[in-house]
């Protein structure tokens, strides 16, 4: 799942088959591949089988190179569930708990996950989650997340530098040097999470210092939503089908846009 030097993967969020098949236009469109992730709300709603089975035709059909991501679990069954059903990889946040004890519970998952030949993300650090302060960071120490890696083994490590989960009151700055430092110290993929509403500039800047993945979801949720409330504003209409069309392509341009800044 590496991508090339000097260039990410897009990690986006899919919530129902509208949000997939405007991830998948756009991917199709500019020819990128992308990671499709979902979180334990979204297999809820969805079902295990059926979004793995949505996700996977959806890949075939568009002819995109895709992955598929399970995007910040903090259970173990959830994990071994995952895998079992198919995912290429999974995320397991143990970032809140002490740091030997996400080292412990991180480790755990990537010897499971090596039976299924799946890589692993972890997080170090904190990243307010949606809601929260955006100040509500403990960022990454360097020495930490070489030791981190190197006694989990996981693959993909998400670093605290700055960005938060959610839309921002004012414009982030990420933590750059920082960084640098973590990248010169561990091999793992560095992945940001808290992509929606970061200028472009910014993440080209954390893709030339390091970063691999970059994560995508509430830029998503909140342009669909929004497209939708304008069509039922505009138009008494009921069929679904002429609803969501505006809607999806909303996301498509969407994803257009990112996929073309981190590639």
């Known amino acids: ?52 089975s949505m996700a996977r ?24 569930a995952c895998l079992a059903g ?20 991180s480790r755990k998952v990537v010897t499971l996950a090596a039976k299924y030949n799946a890589n692993v993300e972890a997080e170090l650090g904190y990243i307010a989650k949606l809601g929260q302060s955006a100040e509500t960071v403990g960022f990454t120490d360097p020495e930490e997340a070489r030791i ?13 530098i700055g960005s938060a989960h959610g839309f921002y009151k004012k414009e982030p700055r990420l933590d750059i040097e920082r960084l640098k430092a973590i990248h010169a110290v561990t091999s793992a993929v560095l992945v940001l999470h808290g992509g929606s509403g970061i200028p472009a500039a910014s993440l080209r800047e954390s893709i030339a ?13 909140n342009l669909f939503i929004r497209t939708l409330h304008t069509c039922f504003e505009s138009k008494e209409e009921i069929d679904l089908r002429k609803l969501f069309p505006p809607a999806i392509t909303a996301v498509k341009n969407l994803v257009a846009e990112k996929l073309n800044i981190v590639k």
């Open 148 to 160: 981190f890696v190197e006694q989990t083994g996981v693959d993909a490590l998400v670093v605290a």
């Open 57 to 80: 035709a959806a890949l075939e059909h568009y002819q995109v190179e895709g992955w598929l991501h399970l995007d910040h679990s903090d259970s173990y069954a959830l994990v071994e």
């Open 209 to 221: 210092n390091g970063i691999c993945k970059i994560n995508l979801a509430t830029e998503i949720k």
């Open 1 to 52: 799942m590496k991508q090339q030097e000097g260039a990410a993967l897009l990690a986006t969020n899919f919530y129902n088959f509208e949000t997939l098949r405007g991830i998948m236009e756009a991917a199709q469109e500019t020819g990128q591949p992308v990671i499709l992730q979902m979180t334990k709300s979204s297999i809820d709603y969805m079902g295990l089988q059926v979004a793995v």
């Open 86 to 105: 198919g995912f290429d990889s999974v995320m397991i946040d143990a970032s809140e708990k002490p740091f030997e004890e996400n080292i412990a519970i």
